[in-house]
């Protein structure tokens, strides 16, 4: 019932009286099991992620590319925000405020394995680069999107594209860069 609260009208629509309401039961039951409003829509989150977002997922086959590998986990963890983005505004809201830590440990305890997984092999400090850019470009583009500026489904996109820059051989774009701003020949 709090799923439906929040997939209908985001965490504003979540009021402790409703959802006793809903439930049958007092106000004060509700209170016993859940002390405030926001252990209340974690709690939610939590249950709600655990059957939507953090499923199985396959570790890489054999020979699977660096970039591919990135780009199944994004779409693992985005494509079920994409179809409930009132579930995604929730989860921002909800992961910056108390017992939100909650949130950001389920989820990297279900994608964390096959994140190193994908980058095992790969120099620890290239590595260690690329989780630290597509961490905080992930939970940036989740803000942008909680604030209106982009649509859920703009996400994976965006993702892609840094994904593609971090993956791909860019010092042929950097010298030309260099070769058109100092008006010489690329390097």
Do not use: C
Not at 15 to 39: C, G, M, N, Q
Not at 61 to 79: I, K, N, S
Not at 147 to 157: N, Q, R, W, Y
Not at 167 to 183: E, F, K, L, Y
């Amino acid at each position: 019932m709090v799923i439906e609260l929040l997939v209908s009208g985001g965490t504003d629509a979540v009021h402790l009286r409703e959802v006793a309401r809903r439930a049958r039961v007092s106000l004060a039951t509700i209170y016993k099991h859940f002390p405030a409003r926001d252990d209340l829509i974690v709690t939610a989150l939590e249950r709600w992620m655990a059957a939507n977002t953090y499923t199985d997922l396959a570790p890489p086959a054999p020979g699977e590319p660096l970039r591919d590998g990135l780009m199944r986990v994004f779409r693992y963890v985005f494509e079920p925000w994409e179809r409930h983005p009132r579930m995604l505004e929730a989860f921002h809201r909800a992961r910056t405020g108390p017992g939100g830590h909650r949130l950001d440990r389920q989820g990297m305890a279900a994608i964390e394995p096959v994140a190193r997984a994908v980058l095992e092999g790969a120099d620890p400090d290239y590595a260690g680069d690329i989780d630290i850019v597509l961490t905080h470009m992930a939970y940036a583009l989740i803000g942008r999107f909680a604030d209106g500026a982009l649509e859920a489904t703009a996400i994976l996109p965006m993702l892609e594209r840094v994904v593609f820059r971090l993956t791909a051989d860019n010092a042929p774009d950097a010298s030309a860069a260099v070769a058109r701003r100092t008006g010489g020949e690329p390097v």
